[in-house]
């Protein structure tokens, strides 16, 4: 149906952060269409039936839903689940960051203290003391690779009780991070996730508004409306 109120020009200054739209009236026409509301005016909006919910759901089938509340309630808990994966994740993550640290502080204190040395020797030999004194592997171990790597790539010059220290400190931060991750719960976890994606989308809408008011905070009195 033709419109009750007349636009003289539309221009677009949209870019890859944001949607801008500059639409141009007579102050009488863009006067009646804030008075009925610009959403309505320019068909922003539309309506969903809750009748007919039909969706794919999680598992790719498609399934009927009998309302919006059955939707979030499967949604949350598949959710859930994937927070749990992540949680496992990030706890084996941390894990071997700290065992990582702590082998290699004590690799180091071992070589400062002469009960172990490393100059001059084979490496397989090296590779049997490492193995006796109980240093944890990680990565490849299938010959040729041994696990160690991770301590024997060390440089001479970080084999300083300097740095001996500075690999403790970092490894006892590890702990009290994978502490802090056991300790928080899923449902925990994905509060903290929402709480920070409400906060950057207020800064957004706010930086948007600011931006349409054009930094002053105060909307500009002018006949065109920007949607």
């Not at 309302?67 to 689940?81: C, D, H, K, S, T």
Request: no cysteine; net charge positive.
């Amino acid at each position: 149906k033709p419109s009750k109120f007349k636009v003289q020009d539309i221009r677009e200054y949209n870019s890859e952060n944001s949607v801008h739209f500059g639409v141009k009236m007579t102050p009488e026409d863009f006067a009646g269409a804030k008075a009925v509301g610009l959403v309505d005016v320019f068909k922003l909006k539309n309506v969903v039936s809750e009748t007919n919910l039909v969706l794919f759901d999680h598992k790719n089938r498609i399934k009927k839903y009998k309302n919006p509340l059955e939707i979030m309630e499967e949604f949350a808990g598949v959710r859930l689940q994937y927070y749990d994966v992540r949680k496992k994740y990030l706890m084996d993550k941390l894990t071997q960051e700290r065992d990582v640290l702590s082998n290699r502080a004590r690799f180091i204190a071992m070589i400062i203290s002469n009960k172990l040395k490393v100059n001059n020797r084979k490496k397989d030999d090296l590779v049997k003391d490492l193995t006796r004194l109980k240093f944890q592997k990680f990565g490849d171990d299938k010959p040729p690779r041994t696990g160690f790597e991770y301590l024997l790539i060390m440089q001479i010059a970080s084999l300083t009780k300097e740095r001996k220290e500075e690999l403790e400190r970092m490894a006892k931060e590890k702990a009290a991070e994978l502490e802090k991750v056991k300790k928080t719960s899923i449902q925990t976890m994905w509060n903290i996730d929402l709480n920070q994606l409400e906060t950057a989308i207020n800064s957004l809408n706010a930086a948007l508004e600011d931006n349409a008011s054009g930094g002053t905070g105060q909307k500009r009195k002018i006949g065109r409306a920007h949607v």
